[in-house]
């Protein structure tokens, strides 16, 4: 199966690029190309022009901002939202969720990747 490619929100560790990189999970970071400080609306819309999956740890607006674009029929390749922890512990959730439930899954959807056992 392919992974697709992760978009890191500025919220995120950028050490986390190279926790998933090790993982064979291909992300970039808000930083690295120059979206720092930009809203939550051109973040997703970003992602969602290169067909990423943006994570964050912005949970509340992000879902929010999900529903609104359901509501507007816009679409985008998912978001995953998380609560902030080590980069090494969010990479293996998110290897989880690509192992177990993205294939389930059609996009848009917003959801939390699932807890290690």
């Known amino acids: 199966m392919n992974t697709p490619k992760l978009y890191l929100n500025e919220n995120v560790a950028v050490r986390l690029v190279d926790s998933l990189k090790e993982l064979c999970i291909e992300a970039i970071h808000t930083e690295r190309v120059s979206n ?22 912005n949970r509340r607006d992000f879902r929010e901002l999900h529903n609104k674009w359901i509501k507007m029929e816009k679409k985008h390749s998912g978001i995953l939202v998380m ?24 996009p848009p959807f917003c959801v939390s990747p699932p807890p290690l056992d």
């Not at 809203?39 to 990423?52: I, V």
């Not at 609560?83 to 059609?106: G, Q, S, V």
């Open 36 to 57: 720092k400080g930009v809203d939550d609306e051109f973040q997703l819309r970003y992602a969602a022009k290169r067909g990423f999956i943006l994570v964050t740890h």
């Open 83 to 106: 609560k902030p922890n080590e980069p090494e512990y969010l990479a293996k959730r998110i290897k989880l969720f690509f192992d177990r439930d993205y294939h389930t899954l059609t």
